[in-house]
T-cell receptor, first 115, second 112 residues
């Protein structure tokens, strides 16, 4: 079975532009979470979606938004890009939304560079 | 903020056991200890989790102290492929979200 897939693998944008990142969860998984990982730091939680509804939001500005589709895939959108948005963006899927032994499976990430 | 403290780096000889410590002195009664690792340029990978009993799976063993204020992840026979950043995370057993709060982790370098 395929794991979590993300597209694109790499992306280069300039300041002020908009970007859309995509994630396909493992088949049967209903929850998708997004994380941002800046170089040298651990991943930071951005959003969690379950059954198309937002279940959690991290401390990120409103420039960051996301949605989940009926097939459980998800998009992360970032508007008005800043240099500081340069990071590895990770998507994770899980069967359910709650934490009680709910293993998350991470994709390989999208490397975003903002120039 | 992360609720755990880990050494920034450790070395281990190939074939020997790697023992990675983690302090979580403010852990609550309903919080589990999870370990993930991240090999360079890949997404994090789940390793093991526990509440208060020691746990073992095909990848590793998790030893949690009786007061639950610290734990140790043990890789019994480290290989070069185990070189990675290891994250210790505490997380509640219930709730509506399964978000993970990562710290900076421990970079384990397995030496040949």
């Amino acid at each position: 079975d395929a794991g979590v897939t993300q597209s694109p693998t790499h992306l280069i944008k300039t300041r002020g532009q908009h970007v859309t990142l995509r994630c396909s969860p493992i088949s049967g998984h209903k929850s998708v979470s997004w994380y941002q990982q800046v170089l040298g730091q651990g991943p930071q939680f951005i959003f969690q979606y379950y059954e198309k509804e937002e279940r959690g939001r991290g401390n990120f500005p409103d420039r960051f938004s996301a949605r989940q589709f009926p097939n459980y895939s998800s998009e992360l959108n970032v508007n008005a890009l800043l240099l500081g948005d340069s990071a590895l963006y990770l998507c994770a899927s899980s069967l359910e939304a709650g934490p009680a032994y709910n293993e998350q499976f991470f994709g390989p990430g999208t490397r975003l560079t903002v120039l | 903020d992360a609720k755990t403290t880990q050494p920034p780096s450790m070395d281990c000889a190939e074939g020997r056991a790697a023992n990675l410590p983690c302090n979580h002195s403010t852990i609550s009664g309903n919080e589990y200890v999870y370990w993930y690792r991240q090999i360079h340029s890949q997404g994090p990978q789940y390793i093991i989790h526990g509440l208060k009993n020691n746990e073992t799976n095909e990848m590793a063993s998790l030893i949690i102290t009786e007061d639950r204020k610290s734990s140790t992840l043990i890789l019994p026979h480290a290989t070069l492929r185990d070189t990675a950043v290891y994250y210790c995370i505490v997380r509640p057993g219930g709730g509506a979200t399964n978000k993970l709060i990562f710290g900076t982790g421990t970079l384990l370098a397995v030496q040949p």
